[in-house]
Each structure stands twice: as C-alpha cells, then as structure tokens.
C-alpha cells in the first residue's frame, strides 16, 4: 500500500501563487508515475500535471501550462505542484495520484484550492 498526505492548499486572490505538496510513504518501489488531478462538484476528476519517476518527463493540462509547474524530490518521496497565476477556474479540490505497476492507483485526501477576489 502506498499513502498520500497533501498540504498546502488554500484561498487566494486572482494571479495569486500557491504551492501544493505530496508526501508518500509505504511500498514506493513499484511507482512510476505519480502527479496530481483537481475535480469540481459535478465533473468529473481531470489530470492537472504529472512527472513520470525514470524520464522525469511531464504532462500538463493545456488549461494549466505556462502556469504550473510540476516537481518532485526523491530523497523525500514528495511531488509538488507550483501554481502561479490562479485563476477563478482553477478552484477545485486537488488530488495526488501515484500510480505503480499492475497497476494500481493511490490517491490522497485532497486539498481545496479557492481562487476568489
């Protein structure tokens, strides 16, 4: 089992920053991709960014790019997510996927992102 552990949500204005992160622990060995997806009430879960663990190649929504950027420290088994420029539509609850051979899926709690003036 593998578990995920986000923080850094919050509340900010238009074209305010935030920076999301992704703490896992467990059976870490079979990982290899991990990112994280945001959903609003009644739509359903979309792919924000994601970072494959061998290439480190990335993936963005095109709602998102040039605006978020997607990281990842291995040493601390942590993912991140740096959202600049927010908009009102990037207000969503945020998920943190990882995603191991098999395969199988690992998602956090989520964190409420609310861009609002």
């Known amino acids: 089992q593998v578990q995920l552990v986000e923080s850094g949500g919050g509340s900010v204005q238009p074209g305010g920053s935030l920076r999301l992160s992704c703490l896992a622990s467990?059976?870490?060995?079979?990982?290899?991709?991990m990112g994280w997806y945001r959903q609003v009430p009644g739509k359903e879960r979309e792919l924000v960014a994601r970072i494959r663990v061998g290439s480190g190649s990335t993936e963005y929504a095109d709602s998102v790019k040039g605006r978020f950027t997607i990281s990842r420290d291995s040493a601390k088994n942590a993912v991140f997510l740096q959202m600049d420029s927010l908009r009102p539509e990037d207000t969503a609850v945020y998920y943190c996927w990882h995603i191991a051979y098999g395969p199988e899926e690992y998602w956090g709690q989520g964190t409420q992102v609310t861009i609002s003036s």
């Open positions: 467990g059976r870490l060995f079979s990982i290899y991709a």
